[in-house]
């Protein structure tokens, strides 16, 4: 079946531009992650969904980020004012568990966000 | 709070020689660890998974990993690399003790098989 799907693949801002970048699960997975990578760094979470519902959001490093899963599918994540610090790819990821526990996650192939 | 250590940034390895990817954790409760690799503009695969059970565990194109709960290890093994393994490797760790905690990955080991 289909995997995890993220649009767009590429995307460049100017400084201070938003950002809206969209993630398609695996059709029936219940939770879904967003994670930032750095260049040259391994993934850092960012969020986290479990149907419609945000149940954790500690890792956005600020208030200009924000996610949304309204109908519990696709999910999308907002950069407001983008900086250069936000140049990154966004990986967005989906998992068949209730709980996100045990069973591993399924991983798109990303969004590369360049910040001019 | 969890962390993962990949105290190698690089490995080289003779093509059909066995290769090693080493990982180390910590966590306050119960492990649960996974091993992912990154080819170049693709998203993570998973490769395999340490839960519960048996220490060593087998996963997909050959690999295994050994989770050794005294050296808090949970290295990567394949007893003959291909030059097709040659990518990023990233070990992940999750408190299995604490709900919905999201994965705490590694920096990465850049696998590099030579023909």
């Known amino acids: 079946g289909a995997g995890v799907s993220q649009s767009p693949r590429y995307k460049v801002a100017k400084r201070g531009q938003d950002v809206a970048l969209r993630c398609d699960p695996i059709?029936?997975?219940?939770?879904l992650f967003w994670y930032q990578q750095a260049l040259g760094q391994g993934p850092e979470f960012l969020t986290y969904?479990?149907?419609?519902?945000?149940?954790?959001k500690s890792g956005l490093p600020s208030d200009r980020f924000f996610a949304e899963r309204p109908e519990g599918s696709v999910s999308t994540l907002k950069i407001q004012r983008t900086q250069q610090e936000d140049s990154a790819v966004y990986l967005c990821?989906?998992?068949?568990?209730?709980?996100?526990?045990?069973?591993?996650?399924?991983f798109g192939p990303g969004t590369r966000l360049t910040v001019t | 709070a969890q962390s993962v250590a990949q105290p190698e940034d690089q490995v080289n390895v003779a093509e059909g020689n066995p290769l090693t990817v080493k990982c180390t954790y910590s966590?306050?409760?119960?492990?649960?660890l996974f091993w992912y690799v990154q080819y170049p503009n693709r998203g993570l695969q998973f490769l395999l998974k340490?839960?519960?059970?048996?220490?060593l565990v087998k996963g997909s194109y050959g690999f295994e990993a050994e989770f050794n709960k005294s050296q808090t290890s949970f290295h990567l093994k394949k007893p003959s690399a291909l030059v097709s393994d040659s990518a990023l490797y990233f070990c992940?760790?999750?408190?299995?003790?604490?709900?919905?905690?999201?994965?705490?990955f590694g920096k990465g080991t850049r696998l590099s098989v030579i023909a």
């Open positions: 990821a989906s998992s068949f568990s209730f709980t996100g526990i045990s069973y591993e996650q399924y």
């Open positions: 059709s029936g997975h219940v939770s």
């Open positions: 969904f479990q149907n419609e519902a945000q149940l954790d």
């Open positions: 966590v306050s409760g119960n492990p649960y």
């Open positions: 340490y839960i519960t059970g048996d220490n």
């Open positions: 992940a760790v999750r408190d299995g003790g604490s709900g919905n905690t999201p994965l705490v």
